[in-house]
């Protein structure tokens, strides 16, 4: 009994750390779906998202206000607002110069993307790890004290569900609104679809809007649920996600999903019952597996050879 | 049109405030036990408006801008109109090559100990780069897990003289061929991945390597690295105060000379030389041979290379072997300059740093590689007054980079054939 | 093409200008090579404040040996390769005297460097016992070994009966010494170790260690390795209501850990070397710091102004400006400092070095445990 609640609660745990970077996955897996490049500041953007949030909370603690669901709104929209105008900038920056050119290029910059806005960052705010309030507090518990407590706690049911809505959300949208369909016809092929009349450039920008908003909910999340942010944590957080896109298909909304709980689960268990010394290993190792043995992905359409 | 420019500019200036004010005009910081919320001083807002003006006036005088850009003459328009003949500009690069080489031999008894030490740590960047170069510049192969091989190489000498007592100069090839190795085998499952997988493939090997040497403290020492790394002898001479190994003389009681710890730097230095000039040699070797012509064919046009009979597996395998090969050889190298590794020098940060010494050096130039590595070790060096902007800097310059110069400092040029238009 | 190798030619040969420069004036210069930057900057700033204090008021009081001392700040941002490049950077500036450096990591390949060219290094924070180890000359210490302070927290572990403990680590030189020197305390002692086990320094998600601590069912956690990661394993901990005590070395007593932990920093239990800035006797010096605006509290601040103090009356207790001369010194003599009579046994540590152990509250102080 006990250790069935042991494995139940490190379940949870690797569920609840699965679907944040499912939710930063995203970010990877459209902009690599349309444009076919690995967004490596991505993990950035998220960092910047858990800063601006903090900064919002901090502001508005120092105005007297406390009111959390407030709190939460108002740190919700400062951080997609920052995220998102950050993914767009980056895009324009540093991505669209380059598009079109031989593959290696728009990668290396953006490692040099992602090294600048984490020097950025660190610049203007430190190098510290700062802490970050836990307005979310408390929790269920199951089973008793003499046996193991298990636990999930308020925070970890609001990642799930946040995941969840968004997920849907982006689905509808994707499938449903006229940009959304925009965006398939982009991914199918970028040059029909400029002839078609679609205005490429913007939804090009709009993924990368799309992707950094999403990180940006992410970092408020997982500011809470960790409780510290240094600019030096997106870019782990990044490769991770990428990770996990790349595991579920990358391209492939569903499969970030399914990428990133799996991803995050195998942590979990890695940790729980092995080591967590080896956590980073298992999930190098998942991913090389799952790349020699399908390459596309669980969910990813096989690629087609152009000649 | 103006309007629509205007409408532009406006948008573009305030993402730009957007994406400087909240996180540089307040800064949080930790008072006591608790975070307060500081706004910048002035002086800093005004910089974040300022930089909002200057972007919003970009923006809106853009056409003009870059039109006047344009029409300023290029200060190199010879070489861009005609460029030189094929043979004449690759007798001109090796003899700079050679005039660099004679002058890196005789440089560093005239400079001071410092200099010389960080020319060393700039040839094995031009070791590393050079050998990355063959992966990433002529096979095309991304490869972001380079330093995990550099890392095999450096453990190897550690970890042979730490437990056999082996000599640097026992070590080097066996560094570099068990780095070599291990290229062989990793490359092996996932050279059939293409461009972006590998790339991110090869990032996980690089973290999983030196995870491993981070934990596996019974033999590497993990996290406390491997010390008293001894340094190369010279037909059996020390270079050290003291002798270490029962045999070995010591350098200065020789040539009855005084002790001075620069010759130690020096000797270091000229082996770095030496083997800095081997790589480049044995690499420029290969270029001319049949495989380094395949490796070329394959990263311009993968199918055609493939109908033409190249077998893709045996092509790609050996670039990321001989790669590897020199990473190990430069792994030893920097290994016997620190006297003491840890996996903290294996980062991912190294592989990005080792890349772009690679592109900025143009791809496959070696000429442009060597410039390169002393740019991106040496300004650093020299900047450190703003040693707080230096990363800032370099990422900057990765991009802007990318941006405006893609080709590098030097791009290379193939050997080919050109069409003469009938006159 | 050309222009750019002339270019590059000039660029290095005023860089050698510049490290060349500036030999001659009679002065004797003391190196301070710590990290500026980087993700332990403010231990740094601890190392650089006390030991610029030191310099200043010796000074003041007429230099050494009528020579003024000058100091020569280098960073090396706790990387080893940095390291090796600013000591050798050192030994071009004609420096003798060292203090530093900061991380156990970066001190090691450094000290080589300066025992090859006889330079005197005293590390005010480097508490890797290994350093020490290898038989050098000039190698000498302000601080204690991890190898004492281990013992410290592991019996005081053990005096409190506990059933189990947990030992936790961040893989790093430092964390992972403590804490293996705390197990064998506690396994001498007869306590039994429910887990011992490393964390990726970094980290930010400790959920899968934290049930397994619950799950482990132990009284007493010994973290080994510095405040980011425990104050989140704290929090974290609080939110799953594990109960049981946890303990940390002075890499995690710092105010930080509260703006982490929050309210889980309660009680927790750190080793630090004895308060020097609460003393009788040093109420003069922390005075000045306080009215230079710095904050003399930090573990590495008073450790620093002691290594240039003793730099000092090791000059003059010698009589000599040659390293080895002061070497001999340090090691016969006996000298009174801000953090208690200093003796140096042969490796170069010092003969005794307490360890206290503190409580840590919420709001950030700390009262004596014993």
Redesign the interface.
Same mark, same amino acid.
Not at chain 2, 222 to 225: A, L, V
Not at chain 2, 337 to 342: D, M, T, V, Y
């Given at each position: 009994m006990q250790d069935l609640l042991y494995f139940f609660q490190q379940l949870i745990n690797g569920l609840t750390i699965g679907s944040t970077y499912a939710l930063i996955a995203i970010g990877y897996t459209m902009v690599y779906g349309i444009i076919g490049m690995i967004n490596f500041a991505h993990g950035e953007v998220y960092m910047i998202g858990a800063y601006t949030a903090l900064i919002a909370i901090t502001g508005l603690a120092t105005l007297g206000i406390a009111w959390l669901p407030l709190v939460l709104i108002v740190a919700l929209i400062c951080a997609v607002i920052v995220s998102s105008s950050m993914g767009w900038a980056v895009e324009r920056v540093a991505y669209r110069p380059v598009r079109g050119r031989h593959r290696l290029i728009p990668l290396i910059s953006a490692i040099g993307m992602s090294i600048f806005l984490q020097n950025y960052v660190h610049l203007a705010q430190g190098s510290r790890n700062i802490g970050f309030p836990a307005l979310i507090e408390g929790g269920f518990q199951f089973g008793s004290e003499d046996t193991f407590p298990m636990s999930i706690s308020y925070i970890q049911i609001t990642i799930f569900i946040t995941t969840l809505i968004c997920m849907t959300a982006l689905s509808l949208f994707i499938s449903r609104s006229r940009i959304g369909r925009a965006c398939r016809a982009v991914s199918q092929d970028l040059g029909m679809a400029n002839l078609l009349g679609i205005d490429t450039n913007r939804i090009i920008s709009a993924t990368f809007v799309i992707g950094a908003a999403l990180a940006a909910v992410a970092g408020l999340l997982l500011g809470m649920y960790y409780g510290s942010v240094d600019p030096l944590f997106g870019f782990i957080a990044g490769l991770k996600a990428f990770t996990a896109a790349v595991l579920g298909g990358i391209g492939s909304i569903p499969g970030a999903m399914l990428g990133g709980l799996i991803l995050g689960v195998a942590e979990s268990m890695t940790s729980g019952y092995l080591s967590g010394e080896y956590k980073d290993v298992v999930s190098f190792s998942l991913l090389i597996l799952i790349l020699l043995f399908k390459p596309t992905g669980l969910l990813g359409k096989p690629e087609v050879e152009k000649i | 049109m103006a309007a629509n420019n205007f409408r532009h500019a406006l948008f573009c200036a305030i993402?730009?405030l957007?994406?400087s004010y909240?996180?540089?005009g307040?800064?949080?910081?930790?008072q006591?036990?608790?975070?307060?919320?500081t706004g910048a001083d002035t002086s800093t807002v005004v910089l974040v408006l300022l930089a909002a003006v200057v972007v919003f006036l970009f923006q809106l005088f853009r056409d003009q801008i870059m039109g006047g850009l344009k029409s300023i003459p290029s200060p190199m328009p010879k070489t861009q109109k005609e460029p030189m003949a094929e043979n004449k500009r690759a007798k001109?690069e090796s003899w700079?090559l050679t #005039?660099?080489v004679v002058l890196a031999l005789f440089w560093p008894f005239f400079?001071?100990? #410092?200099?010389v030490?960080?020319a060393t740590?700039v040839l094995i960047y031009v070791m590393l780069a050079l050998g990355l170069n063959v992966v990433?510049g002529l096979a095309?192969l991304?490869d972001l897990g380079y330093v995990a091989f550099y890392a095999v190489g450096a453990y190897t000498f550690a970890l042979l003289s730490q437990y056999a007592g082996i000599s640097f100069w026992m070590a080097l090839p066996i560094g570099a061929c068990l780095a070599a190795l291990f290229g062989l085998v990793l490359g092996f499952?996932?050279l059939? *991945?293409?461009?972006?997988?590998l790339?991110?493939?090869t990032?996980?090997?690089g973290?999983?390597i030196r995870? *491993?040497l981070?934990?596996w403290?019974a033999v590497t020492g993990?996290?406390?690295?491997i010390?008293?790394i001894p340094d190369p002898t010279l037909f059996g001479m020390e270079f050290?105060?003291r002798v270490r190994e029962e045999g070995n003389t010591s350098f200065h009681e020789t040539f009855g000379i005084a002790y001075s710890?620069e010759h %130690?730097?020096i000797f270091l230095y000229l082996i770095a030389l030496v083997l800095a000039v081997i790589t480049a040699l044995i690499i420029r070797r290969f270029m001319r041979m049949p495989v380094g012509r395949a490796w070329e064919a394959l990263r311009e046009d993968e199918?055609a290379a493939r109908s033409l009979g190249l077998s893709r597996t045996a092509v790609k395998l050996s670039a990321f072997t001989i790669g590897a090969f020199f990473a190990g050889f430069a792994g030893t190298v920097f290994a016997s %300059?620190?006297?003491?590794?840890?996996p903290?020098?294996f980062v991912f940060?190294e592989s +990005?740093i080792i890349?772009?010494i690679v592109?900025l050096g143009g791809?496959g130039s070696q000429l442009g590689v060597v410039?390169a590595a002393? +740019?991106v070790t040496?300004l650093p060096?020299?900047a450190?007054e703003f040693?707080?902007?230096r990363?800032?800097v370099?990422? +900057? +310059?990765?991009?802007l980079?990318?941006?405006w110069r893609?080709q590098g400092?030097m791009p290379m040029r193939r050997i080919h054939i050109e069409l003469r238009r009938q006159e | 093409m050309k222009t750019s190798v002339k270019k590059l030619a000039t660029a290095v040969g005023a860089s050698v200008a510049l490290m060349a420069a500036g030999q001659a004036a009679a002065e004797i210069k003391v190196g301070i090579a710590g990290p500026m930057t980087g993700p332990v900057a403010q231990y740094g700033d601890m190392q650089f404040s006390g030991a610029r204090m030191a310099i200043e008021q010796i000074n003041a009081a007429g230099g050494v040996m009528g020579e003024d001392l000058v100091a020569v700040e280098v960073d090396d941002v706790c990387d080893p390769k940095q390291a090796v490049t600013v000591a050798n950077r050192l030994v071009n500036e004609g420096v003798r005297y060292v203090v530093g450096h900061l991380c156990s990591s970066s001190t090691q390949p450094a000290s080589d460097i300066y025992e090859d060219e006889g330079i005197l290094m005293i590390t005010p924070a480097s508490t890797s016992p290994e350093i020490t180890e290898r038989g050098y000359e000039l190698v000498f210490r302000t601080i204690g070994l991890d190898s004492m302070q281990g013992p410290v927290a592991g019996n005081y572990i053990a005096s409190q009966g506990p059933e189990r403990v947990a030992i936790v680590h961040d893989k790093q030189q430092y964390g992972e010494g403590i804490a293996t020197a705390v197990r064998d305390t506690l396994q001498d002692a007869g306590i039994e170790i429910a887990m011992f086990e490393g964390i990726t320094a970094g980290d930010k998600d400790f959920s899968s260690l934290v049930t397994k601590i619950k799950q482990a069912d132990v009284d007493y956690v010994y973290y080994g390795g510095y405040h980011p990661e425990l104050g989140l394993i704290l929090r974290q901990a609080r939110q799953s209501d594990v109960d049981a005590k946890f303990m940390g070395p002075e890499g995690v007593g710092n105010k930080d850990i509260n703006t982490i932990a929050g309210e889980a920093a309660e009680g927790l239990l750190v080793t630090l070397p004895p308060s020097f800035d609460q003393k009788e006797e040093n109420q003069e010096l922390i005075a000045a710091f306080d009215a230079k605006g710095e904050d003399p509290s930090g573990p590495f601040v008073l450790t620093s102004y002691t290594a240039v103090q003793l730099i000092a009356e090791g000059i003059e207790a010698a009589d000599s400006k040659d390293p080895f001369d002061v070497a001999q010194a340090l090691r016969t003599g006996s000298f009174e400092t801000p953090i208690g009579t200093v003796q140096y046994d042969k490796a170069g540590d010092m003969k005794s070095f307490e360890f206290v152990v503190y409580e840590w509250h919420s709001d950030g102080s700390k009262t004596p445990v014993n």
């Open positions: - | 993402i730009t957007i994406i909240p996180i540089i307040f800064n949080l910081e930790a006591g036990i608790s975070v307060t919320l001109i700079v #005039g660099i400079v001071s100990r #410092g200099a030490d960080l740590l990433v095309g991304l499952p996932v059939r *991945l293409r461009g972006d997988y790339a991110i493939v990032l996980g090997f973290e999983i995870i *491993l981070n934990n403290t993990g996290p406390n690295g010390g008293g050290g105060r710890g %130690k730097v199918i %300059k620190q006297g003491f590794i840890s903290e020098s940060l +990005a890349l772009a592109v791809m410039l002393v +740019a040496i060096e020299l450190r040693s707080d902007y990363m800032l370099f990422g +900057a +310059a990765m991009v980079m990318m941006v893609p400092l | -």
